[in-house]
């Protein structure tokens, strides 16, 4: 009972939060509004040999180390904990998933941040607990990459980052910006505790990979050509992130399609 009373003054604060946001943001919101979003799946890899041999040097670290490590600590760590985790991580960086919602011109999407922030770290131990979702706020990721994408900048050239995985130049350029802008990671910077954001960027990458092990082991499985196939996962994934539809394409993922003069 106590939970949904708080949830409800939450909620009562969500409506007048978002009608006092409406005049400040309305100029991020008929630029958004105005311009038809559309990502171009079409596959732009002009350093494509570059990126199979940064992709072979990720798989074999993969295997060799990062998906050996995650084996372990899924033995070592009961689920509950890593979710717990997972939860903790994403709340932190609610002010970033906060104004990019903003940036693009959504309101509902900033004043769900806004809410599922103050519940899940008054109510929900700090963010351990996903309260907000139990209580029908689902998490959505939201980075300046996609930002860009919803004002209509292209995608770029596909890109493999080393020990990271498939990403492009804007997204690359996205996640700069959201770690260069983190007011958490600037707090830290200025006040001598450098070493959390580190701490915080471990935790990122084990989650991350937590993650994708799975997903990353069946495609290879049933995949022709292993990079291909997930760089066309990449493409989708993205598209449907952009336009704040389901994270989960991974079991729609288009094969690409192959001619003789290929092989």
Not at 9 to 30: D, E, I, R, Y
Not at 158 to 170: A, N
């Amino acid at each position: 009972m106590l939970i949904n009373r708080i949830y409800t003054a939450f909620q009562n604060k969500k409506s007048c939060f978002k009608s006092g946001l409406l005049g400040c943001a309305a100029v991020f919101m008929l630029s958004a509004c105005s311009t038809t979003t559309t990502v171009n799946h079409q596959v732009n890899d002009p350093f494509e040999g570059v990126n199979r041999g940064i992709f072979a040097f990720n798989n074999g670290v993969d295997k060799a180390i990062i998906h050996p490590t995650l084996r372990g600590y899924r033995k070592v760590v009961p689920q509950p904990a890593r979710t717990g985790l997972q939860n903790f991580l994403r709340n932190l960086k609610s002010p970033i998933v906060f104004a990019n919602q903003l940036l693009q011109g959504d309101l509902d999407g900033a004043g769900d941040a806004f809410v599922r922030a103050s519940v899940n770290t008054f109510v929900g131990f700090g963010g351990l607990v996903d309260v907000a979702a139990h209580e029908g706020i689902e998490y959505e990721r939201e980075d300046f990459g996609q930002t860009l994408a919803v004002w209509g900048i292209g995608s770029g050239p596909y890109l493999m980052v080393p020990l990271v995985g498939p990403s492009t130049v804007r997204d690359a350029t996205g996640y700069i910006v959201d770690a260069l802008a983190d007011p958490l990671r600037i707090y830290w910077d200025h006040n001598g505790h450098e070493g959390r954001n580190n701490v915080r960027m471990a935790g990122d990458y084990l989650v991350l990979k937590d993650q994708l092990m799975d997903m990353m082991e069946s495609l290879e499985y049933g995949a022709i050509d292993y990079y291909a196939t997930v760089r066309s996962a990449y493409y989708q994934n993205r598209e449907a992130e952009v336009q704040d539809q389901s994270e989960e394409v991974t079991a729609s993922v288009e094969i690409p399609e192959y001619e003789d003069d290929d092989f």
